[in-house]
């Protein structure tokens, strides 16, 4: 398969067209990207990318602005990276998943959180979305500053009792544990130990001299009834969802549209959802996860590749205010998109970027896009071409 042009520059032919290559058996998907690119009004760029057994299916990217080695805000996709990072270190058994979570972090252990696992702060049970007053924008873009809060904060539910998601703090809660129990931050594990090595077009802090590649995020473009439902749907500031998405700040509430167009959010890396990167940064991740690379090991055995996948929390969650499955960390995708297999694990981001593992299929899949996406658009398009991938994988196999 043809590697296709990195051309950073916007390409002659219609913006609906898809540019890059697919492997021979793909063409379907090569189609089905191009039906998206052209369903919304105006703008719409993304990017889309494949591993199949460790070798690249899939590299295909279009619309206004983008190349294929273009950076985009990946907000909870981000997710994965630090994920993996935890699963690793479980996988090796310097953490434990049934120790409670006060062990590693003393400080942690107050305020009704005194017997909290780390699986279940993981699974999301944890009830430690945010905190009374919200975050300023200095420690939105700082995972310890984040934490510091976050200690003293009592849960805003029963710990266990049920689960929601904690969107913008989950990893800066996992990485304290991850930074008392190794001496190492979040970020620089995932540097050394996992984008460095895979050759990982996604950083967890993205570097001054990559920032020539970033492309800001582009504000939402909903229909009039778009606009309408999400007034309807909109969470006072007060309210869970209000307080897991920092809304609740009385000065500075965290805009998500915006959130990865500050360089100050790049550059510190909140590894809940600032992470900046590609389709194939996100692909080759999953796809490294699971099996060989270039060479290269998988990142987890089956077994722990498994455990982080089995469902933990599943039904109505307290945060989102709908139904949704998470595995360790990780969502259980196969969840929403039940062609994928039972054992799948990924994340989506807010802006409508997907990405996950399926093991059943050795498949590796990552879409971005630069646009901030009405939620349920994006989420059609992203299992619409998640289907197209997968369906190809398996009859090429």
Same mark, same amino acid.
Do not use: C
């Given at each position: 398969?043809?590697?296709?042009?990195?051309?950073?520059?916007?390409?002659?032919?219609?913006?609906?067209?898809?540019?890059?290559?697919?492997?021979?058996?793909?063409?379907?998907?090569?189609?089905?990207?191009?039906?998206?690119?052209?369903?919304?009004?105006?703008?719409?760029?993304? /990017?889309?990318?494949?591993?199949?057994?460790?070798?690249?299916? !899939?590299?295909?990217?279009?619309?206004?602005?983008?190349?294929?080695?273009?950076?985009?805000?990946?907000?909870?996709?981000?997710?994965?990276?630090?994920?993996?990072?935890?699963?690793?270190?479980?996988?090796?058994?310097?953490?434990?998943?049934?120790?409670? !979570?006060?062990?590693?972090?003393?400080?942690?252990?107050?305020?009704?959180?005194?017997?909290?696992?780390?699986?279940?702060?993981?699974?999301?049970?944890?009830?430690?979305?945010?905190?009374?007053?919200?975050?300023?924008?200095?420690?939105?873009?700082?995972?310890?500053?984040?934490?510091?809060?976050?200690?003293?904060?009592?849960?805003?539910?029963?710990?266990?009792?049920?689960?929601?998601?904690?969107?913008?703090?989950?990893?800066?809660?996992?990485?304290?544990?991850?930074?008392?129990?190794?001496?190492?931050?979040?970020?620089?594990?995932?540097?050394?130990?996992?984008?460095?090595?895979?050759?990982?077009?996604?950083?967890?802090?993205?570097?001054?001299?990559?920032?020539?590649?970033?492309?800001?995020? /582009?504000?939402?473009?909903?229909?009039?009834?778009?606009?309408?439902?999400?007034?309807?749907?909109?969470?006072?500031?007060?309210?869970?969802?209000?307080?897991?998405?920092?809304?609740?700040?009385? !000065?500075?509430?965290?805009?998500?549209?915006?959130?990865?167009?500050?360089?100050?959010?790049?550059?510190?890396?909140?590894?809940?959802?600032?992470?900046?990167?590609?389709?194939?940064?996100?692909?080759?991740?999953?796809?490294?996860?699971?099996?060989?690379?270039?060479?290269?090991?998988?990142?987890?055995?089956?077994?722990?590749?498994?455990?982080?996948?089995?469902?933990?929390? /599943?039904?109505?969650?307290?945060?989102?205010?709908?139904?949704?499955?998470?595995?360790?960390?990780?969502?259980?995708?196969?969840?929403?998109?039940?062609?994928?297999?039972?054992?799948?694990?990924?994340?989506?981001?807010?802006?409508?970027?997907?990405?996950?593992?399926?093991?059943?299929?050795?498949?590796?899949?990552?879409?971005?896009?630069?646009?901030?996406?009405?939620?349920?658009?994006?989420?059609?398009?992203?299992?619409?071409?998640?289907?197209?991938?997968?369906?190809?994988?398996?009859?090429?196999?």
């Amino acid at each position: 398969m043809s590697s296709g042009t990195n051309s950073p520059e916007t390409p002659e032919s219609p913006e609906t067209l898809a540019q890059g290559t697919v492997a021979e058996g793909y063409e379907a998907v090569r189609e089905v990207f191009e039906e998206t690119l052209a369903e919304e009004r105006s703008g719409h760029s993304a /990017q889309l990318a494949a591993y199949v057994d460790g070798r690249r299916v !899939v590299d295909l990217w279009g619309g206004p602005g983008i190349a294929g080695d273009s950076l985009v805000g990946v907000y909870s996709s981000t997710k994965g990276a630090a994920h993996l990072v935890v699963a690793l270190l479980v996988q090796e058994g310097v953490l434990k998943l049934d120790e409670k !979570v006060a062990r590693y972090w003393p400080e942690f252990g107050s305020a009704g959180k005194e017997d909290i696992t780390l699986r279940e702060l993981m699974s999301h049970r944890a009830g430690v979305i945010g905190v009374e007053g919200g975050f300023t924008p200095e420690e939105m873009a700082d995972d310890r500053a984040l934490a510091a809060r976050l200690a003293g904060q009592r849960p805003f539910w029963r710990p266990g009792s049920a689960f929601g998601y904690h969107g913008l703090v989950i990893a800066a809660l996992t990485g304290e544990v991850v930074l008392r129990a190794t001496g190492q931050t979040m970020h620089e594990l995932y540097e050394s130990r996992i984008r460095a090595p895979y050759g990982l077009d996604l950083y967890m802090g993205l570097p001054e001299e990559q920032e020539h590649r970033f492309l800001s995020t /582009q504000p939402m473009d909903p229909t009039p009834e778009q606009k309408a439902l999400m007034r309807q749907a909109a969470a006072g500031p007060d309210s869970l969802p209000g307080i897991a998405l920092n809304r609740n700040h009385p !000065v500075h509430p965290t805009d998500l549209e915006t959130f990865p167009n500050s360089r100050a959010v790049r550059a510190g890396g909140n590894a809940s959802a600032a992470g900046v990167g590609s389709a194939r940064g996100l692909a080759r991740m999953y796809a490294a996860a699971i099996g060989e690379v270039d060479g290269r090991a998988p990142l987890l055995t089956p077994e722990t590749a498994a455990e982080f996948a089995q469902i933990h929390s /599943q039904g109505h969650d307290l945060v989102f205010r709908e139904h949704y499955a998470f595995g360790v960390g990780f969502i259980a995708v196969a969840d929403a998109m039940p062609f994928l297999g039972s054992r799948s694990f990924g994340h989506g981001g807010a802006a409508g970027s997907q990405a996950f593992a399926d093991p059943s299929a050795g498949l590796g899949f990552g879409y971005t896009r630069r646009r901030f996406g009405y939620p349920e658009t994006s989420r059609t398009q992203s299992r619409r071409l998640a289907e197209a991938v997968r369906r190809a994988a398996v009859s090429a196999g």
